[in-house]
């Protein structure tokens, strides 16, 4: 309740039976409003004399309030290739949010470009395509869903594409550190397995950014380590009886990305870019049927260098270039060179006759020149992609029996010898030039042109030898 009239306002507030009363007030009008949340205020003017006097307000549920907001907005079709209605952008603190599953980005973006499934995404890294972005989150500046079907940039047009900016430095350090730890402690005990299996997985996160040079030269340094000890149960039955045990398998993952960026000058802005990731599985594939002895080993390692040149020859012309270098390497071998035993319903023993590996070095290169006048811009983009590789498959080159059944397997009565041999190495090159112009509202051209050749010398398709076992 107000009282207003003298020189200053007087509040009150009513007793629980609604009652108010004010005691000193001198003679003269004054200006009674009471207010409550719910209901409509009332006001009342009241004229004192010397007499006491009593008042009355009886207050009225306040009814609902509407508010409409009317802006002037074209409705026009918005006809530039960026206008897309599935297009949005997630800044570092939205995906940060994101239930993220051991630090898999990519597998939580992709549901946002195909949330049935479906063909997976294409991925784009600071500009250049990759087949992964194997990225720490920390790292991560913006991701853009389905920012441009048509741009020249990219070599082919159409939605599903994901494009990622990796941070960078500025004038104040920044920093970062986390640590995981988790293990079976909680864990539900396998219905396959006797006991709890054990399980642990450890790691950190740590970043720094800031200055080299105060407006000059920036720095970001990110390191990711991570280690897990998972273990698979294995049930299988021998001519002995059901063996019911369990095998470790360490996981090593390291990650490491580091850049440089340097402000030449007003209309010049160069980069440098180090990626290297390194993962190693051991005593892998067993499980179920599966005994340890059939254990494999997994190394992966790849590297990437990036240099970035970013040119404003005028507030209408800007010129992009990249160019990416690497190789990728991953080796898949087994435990033990001995042949492999399969027993249909029972058990699998020997070797896993797995030893393969594969080396894909690649270069890519793209430059855009972007140019901009008035309500139009054009794009015009070329990009040269090398991407040669060198595999090795040996598999089952030891040989493979196969029995029916555990009976058979006591009686040495394979049904199945299966062995491959030859040359198991094999050379593959291929280069992809493609130019785009790109005009935003206009027509859309693109060239693309293929070569390929091959090493006849080294590319030998291994034979499979069956003999089957009558008796």
């Not at 507030?13 to 009008?29: M, P, W």
């Not at 600071?126 to 989150?137: C, F, M, S, V």
Request: glycine share 8%; hydrophobic share 35%.
């Amino acid at each position: 309740m107000e009282i207003t009239g003298l020189a200053a306002a007087i509040h009150l507030n009513t007793d629980t039976n609604g009652k108010f009363a004010s005691k000193g007030l001198a003679a003269g009008r004054y200006l009674v409003t009471v207010s409550r949340d719910g209901f409509e205020p009332q006001q009342k003017t009241v004229a004192l004399s010397d007499s006491d006097s009593s008042l009355r307000f009886i207050l009225r549920i306040a009814g609902p309030t509407f508010s409409v907001t009317v802006e002037s907005k074209s409705t026009a079709l918005d006809s530039a290739s960026e206008a897309r209605q599935d297009a949005f952008v997630l800044d570092q603190k939205t995906f940060a949010d994101l239930p993220v599953k051991d630090g898999d980005i990519l597998t939580a973006l992709s549901s946002f470009v195909n949330p049935a499934g479906g063909a997976a995404a294409t991925i784009i890294v600071d500009g250049i395509e990759r087949t992964d972005a194997d990225l720490p989150l920390s790292s991560i500046q913006q991701v853009r869903i389905n920012n441009n079907a048509y741009s020249a940039e990219f070599p082919k047009p159409g939605k599903g594409r994901i494009e990622i900016d990796t941070r960078g430095g500025d004038d104040a350090f920044h920093g970062g550190f986390l640590v995981r730890d988790r293990n079976s402690l909680f864990d539900a005990r396998n219905p396959m397995a006797a006991e709890k299996l054990p399980f642990s997985r450890k790691g950190y996160e740590a970043n720094v950014s800031g200055p080299v040079l105060r407006k000059k030269l920036w720095f970001f340094v990110d390191a990711n380590d991570e280690r897990q000890q998972q273990s698979q149960p294995v049930v299988a039955y021998l001519p002995a009886g059901i063996l019911q045990t369990d095998a470790l398998s360490p996981v090593t993952r390291d990650r490491f990305l580091g850049r440089l960026d340097w402000q030449q000058t007003k209309s010049n802005r160069v980069g440098l870019k180090y990626e290297l990731h390194l993962d190693r599985t051991e005593n892998g594939g067993v499980g179920g049927f599966s005994l340890p002895d059939l254990a494999t080993n997994l190394y992966h390692h790849d590297y990437r260098v990036e240099i970035s040149d970013q040119y404003v020859f005028s507030p209408a012309l800007l010129n992009n270039f990249r160019v990416a270098l690497g190789t990728n390497y991953t080796q898949l071998t087994s435990a033990n060179n001995q042949p492999l035993t399969l027993v249909q319903g029972a058990f699998s023993n020997g070797g896993a006759q797995v030893n393969e590996w594969r080396r894909e070095p690649r270069a890519d290169t793209l430059d855009t020149l972007s140019y901009s006048r008035g309500p139009s811009t054009w794009k015009f983009g070329i990009s040269v992609n090398f991407h040669p590789f060198r595999t090795y498959n040996a598999d089952h080159f030891g040989g493979t029996y196969t029995f029916s059944s555990l009976a058979a397997y006591e009686a040495q009565q394979p049904t199945l010898f299966t062995i491959s041999v030859g040359n198991p190495l094999l050379t593959f090159q291929q280069t992809i030039t493609r130019g785009s112009p790109n005009m935003s509202g206009g027509s859309e051209m693109s060239v693309c042109s293929r070569g390929s050749g091959m090493n006849f010398n080294r590319a030998y398709r291994a034979m499979a030898i069956s003999h089957r076992v009558w008796h």
